[in-house]
């Protein structure tokens, strides 16, 4: 799940034209979950719009538990509004940087504004709670951690975890934040499988983790690019 | 072959101490103090952008020592440099006859003075330790083969008042496994602690020289203890120098840190001082804690 956090009303006015016709999409996933831009915040964003006095031609909200990125769902949008797409200047966009960009397509390259901030991958634990577990490296290796990413528990991302920062159990760049080898560590631990971490981590690959990437999909094959080549996987056995 | 690595080697019992470069470019103060230790000390570590404040580098200043016949440590961390660069300064460290090497990980930018830069950490110190022993065998860290091979004597940190200790050993052997051949500590107050800890890793034959930062006052041991990764001190050293009247703290600091040598010395191979810029107490705690 992708979590976005809104920008500020005054740095999404200064984004906006004097005169500027906008239209407002929101996406009932997981902007909905971040309150950043479901149904409810899509609307209310309106009515915040209206009252600065900017002329807002209507809004589209993607259906509960729907994502915003994806292409058809987003053209159907535009479709079902479209008279109110068409008098618009400009469109501004409540939804991660995906949504953001299906937007782009969807509009034939329309002028979007973001309207929020795409901050992390994260886990809805609570309503009110949503924490990173995973920074989208491209080459997981939780196997040996237990399920837990260095990558992303550690502040420094080190694969031979932990450095010599680490204080009670605490990180020394936030010491509100739990160590991640610590917490890797006591994972193992519990699951009786200590060893993993005696062996040698290598450098990570990051040419799988630097862009540009793309992904190919199919029903029994898929195939990523990225600076590291392509490797196609199949689930033909 | 380094002074330092032959004494290790010959159970010497060496004893090393630390600059920090400044932040600007001059730089001869910090030389001369440390160069007064030519003569006193195995060799004097440069620091790697300690605390990531920018500085100027380690291995100028390395440079520079072993000009005024001061044998260096270079000091390197992960936190500023991907592979590539990591690699380079190993081979321009050579290069220029600087043997020694300290990998770290490196302090998070977060404890520094430009807290909006990137962090790397391409390699972590493990890692680092890996390349160094593979650039010294002739290769690079992708397989190339190299137009000559260096010679660096490397070494690592290891922290002997971690919690949890079995994780800090973990790491401790796979340093030594990746090519650690001699540990410099943190800094060590709790000598019963040190010892646990030297009885754990005693077996591994992998000397260790016990870490000492000079306390120079309860401002800065308070300061220590709250931002400075790895170090704690207790609060009856803290008392004692609050005790002290501020015109004995230079003597003070020399007696507390000869009693800690004193204390230690039967458990390890060397003593790492880091005088944090009171280099000339050095000699004081060498002859205190009769250590020539």
């Known amino acids: 799940m992708h979590a976005t956090i809104q920008k500020p009303m005054k740095d999404i006015l200064a984004t906006l034209k004097p005169g500027e016709k906008v239209f407002v999409f929101g996406c009932g996933n997981c902007a909905m979950k971040c309150h950043s831009g479901g149904p409810e915040e899509t609307e209310r964003m309106v009515e915040r719009l209206r009252k600065q006095e900017v002329d807002v031609t209507g809004s589209a909200c993607s259906p509960d538990g729907a994502s915003l990125c994806k292409l058809s769902l987003a053209k159907e949008m535009v479709e079902e509004h479209r008279a109110e797409v068409d008098a618009a200047d400009s469109f501004l966009v409540l939804a991660c940087g995906q949504g953001f960009h299906t937007v782009v397509d969807a509009t034939d390259g329309g002028l979007v504004h973001p309207g929020c901030d795409t901050v992390f991958g994260g886990e809805t634990v609570r309503p009110d709670l949503i924490n990173e577990y995973c920074s989208l490296c491209g080459e997981c290796i939780a196997e040996t951690t237990g399920g837990l990413c260095p990558l992303t528990l550690c502040a420094k991302g080190l694969l031979n975890g932990p450095c010599g920062g680490s204080k009670d159990g605490k990180c020394e760049a936030d010491t509100n934040r739990d160590c991640g080898w610590v917490l890797i ?29 793309s992904l190919d999909v199919g029903p029994m094959e898929a195939t990523f690019h990225s600076l590291a080549g392509s490797h196609t996987v199949s689930q033909e056995d | 072959m380094s002074r330092l690595r032959k004494a290790l080697e010959t159970g010497g019992f060496p004893v090393t101490s630390e600059i920090g470069p400044p932040k600007g470019t001059r730089v001869d103060h910090v030389l001369e103090e440390a160069s007064k230790l030519k003569d006193k000390v195995a060799a004097v570590n440069v620091t790697d ?33 991907n592979r590539i660069s990591l690699q380079s300064e190993l081979l321009s460290a050579d290069v220029m006859g600087v043997e020694n090497v300290l990998c770290l990980t490196g302090d998070h ?63 401790m052997k796979k340093k030594i496994d990746a090519g650690a051949k001699f540990f410099q500590t943190q800094a060590v107050y709790d000598t019963e602690k040190f010892k646990a800890f030297m009885d754990r890793v005693s077996g591994w034959n992998v000397p260790v020289m016990a870490g000492l930062v000079l306390l120079k006052s309860p401002g800065m041991a308070k300061f220590m203890n709250k931002n400075v990764a790895g170090v704690f001190v207790p609060d009856n050293l803290i008392e004692e120098i609050k005790k002290t009247p501020k015109a004995d703290r230079k003597k003070k600091a020399a007696e507390i840190a000869a009693r800690i040598i004193r204390e230690v010395r039967p458990y390890c191979q060397g003593i790492h001082l880091m005088p944090l810029e009171w280099d000339e107490v050095v000699p004081d705690i060498i002859e205190q804690a009769e250590l020539q």
């Open chain 2, 109 to 171: 930018i977060v404890l520094g003075d430009h807290q909006e830069a990137r962090p790397v950490f391409d390699l972590d110190s493990v890692q680092l330790l890996k390349a160094v022993e593979i650039l010294n065998g002739g290769h690079d860290l992708a397989g190339h083969e190299l137009e000559g091979a260096p010679n660096l004597f490397a070494g690592a940190v290891t922290t002997p008042e971690f919690e949890p200790m079995d994780l800090q050993l973990l790491k």
């Open chain 1, 185 to 213: 560590y006591e994972r193992l631990k519990a699951l009786g499988r200590l060893e993993n971490l005696e062996a040698y981590a290598e450098p990570k690959n990051f040419a799988k983790w630097s862009r540009l990437r």
């Open chain 2, 49 to 81: 952008l300690q605390s990531a404040v920018m500085r100027v580098g380690s291995l100028v200043m390395c440079i520079r020592l072993k000009e005024m016949g001061v044998e260096p440590v270079l000091q390197v961390t992960c936190r500023d440099r």
